[in-house]
T-cell receptor, first 111, second 114 residues
Framework: QKEVEQNSGPLSVPEGAIASLNCTYS??????FFWYRQYSGKSPELIMF????GDKEDGRFTAQLNKASQYVSLLIRDSQPSDSATYLC???????????FGAGTQVVVTP | EAQVTQNPRYLITVTGKKLTVTCSQN?????MSWYRQDPGLGLRQIYY???????DKGDVPEGYKVSRKEKRNFPLILESPSPNQTSLYFC?????????????FGPGTRLTVL
């Protein structure tokens, strides 16, 4: 079993709809959780981080965390073609220096 | 401009020929890390460094070496590259020892080992 699991996709989303991305992790000691966006051929860039249970909203993005279920999700509202990218989930555990990434979910927003 | 730079951006080499990929950051970050990215496997951490002269293994350190003699530089050394090290490599840095510090990534180095 992988330590960070994401659906690989592609997740096809009509423009204007909500994209819902899920991530499960195995390290119960994970303290904070990062969502990175990676365009094809580019480096990852941070879009959200969350460390408390519940929801965190930033513009069109909402991160949801449930530590008891070891589950973190990312919602993208009013999806735009520019949101077409791979989204990487990265929990940070107790070992501060180590950051593990999921394989990523590819999102394709169709006009 | 605050950034992480890597050189070279593209490299084709042959098995066994030692190579170094440089990484430099101008943000005075304490933490630096190297990742490789392969299709279907995502980003996997190779080595990381919490500060000068402090390095530690990530999940896939075999076949790689690193050093951190200066705060700004964190080179990745492949003493005897093999074809299974063909990959896209990213260097990243972050401010310091806080769970909430984001990592800033370099542009990547695409390495092909023949």
């Amino acid at each position: 079993q992988k330590e960070v699991e994401q659906n690989s996709g592609p997740l096809s989303v009509p423009e204007g709809a909500i994209a819902s991305l899920n991530c499960t992790y195995s390290d119960r000691g994970s303290q904070s959780f990062f969502w990175y966006r990676q365009y094809s051929g580019k480096s990852p860039e941070l879009i959200m981080f969350i460390y408390s249970n519940g929801d965190k909203e930033d513009g069109r993005f909402t991160a949801q965390l449930n530590k008891a279920s070891q589950y973190v999700s990312l919602l993208i509202r009013d999806s735009q073609p520019s949101d077409s990218a791979t989204y990487l989930c990265a929990p940070r555990g107790n070992s501060w220096g180590k950051l593990q990434f999921g394989a990523g979910t590819q999102v394709v927003v169709t006009p | 401009e605050a950034q992480v730079t890597q050189n070279p951006r593209y490299l084709i080499t042959v098995t066994g020929k030692k190579l170094t990929v440089t990484c430099s950051q101008n943000m005075n970050h304490e933490y630096m890390s190297w990742y490789r990215q392969d299709p279907g496997l995502g980003l996997r951490q190779i080595y990381y460094s919490m500060n000068v002269e402090v390095t530690d293994k990530g999940d896939v350190p075999e076949g790689y070496k690193v050093s951190r003699k200066e705060k700004r530089n964190f080179p990745l050394i492949l003493e005897s590259p093999s074809p299974n090290q063909t990959s896209l490599y990213f260097c990243a840095s972050s401010l310091g020892k806080s769970s909430y510090n984001e990592q800033f990534f370099g542009p990547g180095t695409r390495l092909t080992v023949l």
